[in-house]
């Protein structure tokens, strides 16, 4: 084993500071990262501040990461010394259940392994899991990404969670030429969601509480805008859009836009607001609509994803910012200031923790 500087807190309601973590010395099927950037996700605060249930501290955030290559372990072929890889959501899973055996390791039946807070079977019981706000990382090399040539590589850090999560649902429900897509919400995950649908030759159709935002929509993609706080513009857009990718994680009426689904149109929810949404079934039923959730992507199709940005030229936009600045970033993402996603240079990271 070996020590690593990070930026970790201890409880939820302190601020991240430079800490001393533990990691394993690459097996023969590890990979060491050398982190250069991690990307900020909301999630990253939930979490952090104990928002979201069964939070293990300390908590060392982080689950959007590139970095190079420092050490592979004797059986790894893929990847060599000083190659650029991503790490994202996932770090483990079972391998043996349905969903890993159709390469949907995010929907493991037995529970997958985050890259933070979850149990590090790699390291014993009791332990668990260390994010990307670090120096080095160790991964399973059958759960490390290839950078592509040609992405910026602090720019593809956010598409390692922002990216396949916004990615993953458009693949499933086919989204390309002839199809109206609708996105809600213009942050970190619509903003991908705008350039991906886009990119995939569909009609996208921002949907906005903000008309300020029509601009920067359209900019990054989008070829409609729709006010939802204008009644009169919801209206003229029933029955509009055959997807809906919602982003939005607060508190929001989601009949509103179920009523802009063709018949058969689903509604898909990525944002994750803390309180139940409420759905009445006469939304539903009477167009056949759907209303689903989807959640990150499997290995293989994140793999997909960053192939298809490099190849279209998609990246996140992002803010950069220092690691000692990483509790101004989060107070600044709860007031939605940011466009559209923080990314830490890793090269800030002080070498050496305090003891």
Same mark, same amino acid.
């Given at each position: 084993?070996?020590?690593?500087?990070?930026?970790?807190?201890?409880?939820?309601?302190?601020?991240?500071?430079?800490?001393?973590?533990?990691?394993?010395?690459?097996?023969?099927?590890?990979?060491?990262?050398?982190?250069?950037?991690?990307?900020?996700?909301?999630?990253?605060?939930?979490?952090?501040?104990?928002?979201?249930?069964?939070?293990?501290?300390?908590?060392?955030?982080?689950?959007?990461?590139?970095?190079?290559?420092?050490?592979?372990?004797?059986?790894?072929?893929? +990847?060599?010394?000083?190659?650029?890889?991503?790490?994202?959501?996932?770090?483990?899973?079972?391998?043996?259940?349905?969903?890993?055996?159709?390469?949907?390791?995010?929907?493991?039946?037995?529970?997958?392994?985050?890259?933070?807070?979850?149990?590090?079977?790699?390291?014993?019981?009791?332990?668990?899991?260390?994010?990307?706000?670090?120096?080095?990382?160790?991964?399973?090399?059958?759960?490390?990404?290839?950078?592509?040539?040609?992405?910026?590589?602090?720019?593809?850090?956010?598409?390692?969670?922002?990216?396949?999560?916004?990615?993953?649902?458009?693949?499933?429900?086919?989204?390309?030429?002839?199809?109206?897509?609708?996105?809600?919400?213009?942050?970190?995950?619509?903003?991908?969601?705008?350039?991906?649908?886009?990119?995939?030759?569909?009609?996208?159709?921002?949907?906005?509480?903000?008309?300020?935002?029509?601009?920067?929509? @359209?900019?990054?993609?989008?070829?409609?805008?729709?006010?939802?706080?204008?009644?009169?513009?919801?209206?003229?857009?029933?029955?509009?859009?055959?997807?809906?990718?919602?982003?939005?994680?607060?508190?929001?009426?989601?009949?509103?836009?179920?009523?802009?689904? @063709?018949?058969?149109?689903?509604?898909?929810?990525?944002?994750?607001?803390?309180?139940?949404?409420?759905?009445?079934?006469?939304?539903?039923?009477?167009?056949?609509?759907?209303?689903?959730?989807?959640?990150?992507?499997?290995?293989?199709?994140?793999?997909?994803?960053?192939? +298809?940005?490099?190849?279209?030229?998609?990246?996140?936009?992002?803010?950069?910012?220092?690691?000692?600045?990483?509790?101004?970033?989060?107070?600044?993402?709860? @007031?939605?200031?940011?466009?559209?996603?923080?990314?830490?240079?890793?090269?800030?990271?002080?070498?050496?923790?305090?003891?």
């Amino acid at each position: 084993m070996f020590t690593t500087s990070a930026y970790a807190c201890d409880d939820g309601s302190s601020p991240l500071k430079l800490a001393s973590i533990t990691r394993r010395d690459p097996g023969p099927r590890d990979v060491e990262i050398e982190i250069e950037y991690c990307g900020v996700c909301h999630s990253d605060i939930h979490t952090a501040r104990s928002e979201w249930a069964g939070t293990m501290y300390p908590c060392v955030p982080g689950h959007e990461i590139i970095g190079r290559v420092a050490r592979v372990g004797s059986d790894v072929t893929a +990847f060599k010394t000083g190659e650029r890889v991503g790490a994202g959501c996932i770090v483990d899973s079972c391998r043996q259940c349905a969903s890993c055996a159709d390469g949907l390791e995010q929907y493991c039946e037995n529970g997958m392994t985050g890259t933070y807070n979850s149990p590090d079977k790699a390291m014993g019981e009791g332990a668990h899991t260390f994010g990307g706000y670090s120096a080095r990382v160790v991964v399973d090399d059958r759960y490390v990404l290839r950078i592509p040539e040609g992405l910026d590589p602090a720019a593809a850090a956010p598409l390692l969670c922002a990216g396949i999560t916004t990615y993953s649902p458009l693949r499933h429900w086919q989204a390309g030429p002839g199809k109206r897509i609708g996105v809600v919400g213009l942050g970190g995950l619509g903003h991908m969601a705008v350039k991906l649908a886009n990119a995939m030759g569909a009609t996208v159709v921002m949907i906005t509480t903000s008309p300020s935002k029509a601009e920067d929509a @359209k900019k990054l993609g989008a070829h409609e805008v729709i006010v939802s706080r204008e009644p009169q513009q919801m209206k003229n857009a029933a029955g509009s859009l055959d997807l809906i990718i919602d982003a939005v994680a607060a508190d929001h009426d989601i009949n509103a836009y179920l009523a802009l689904l @063709k018949r058969d149109g689903a509604l898909v929810q990525v944002g994750a607001p803390e309180k139940p949404l409420s759905v009445h079934a006469f939304s539903l039923i009477p167009g056949r609509k759907t209303f689903a959730g989807s959640m990150i992507g499997g290995i293989a199709e994140t793999q997909e994803m960053l192939d +298809f940005c490099a190849e279209k030229g998609i990246a996140a936009e992002i803010e950069m910012i220092r690691m000692d600045q990483i509790n101004e970033a989060y107070e600044r993402m709860l @007031k939605s200031d940011v466009r559209y996603r923080f990314v830490i240079d890793m090269k800030t990271l002080p070498s050496q923790a305090a003891a």
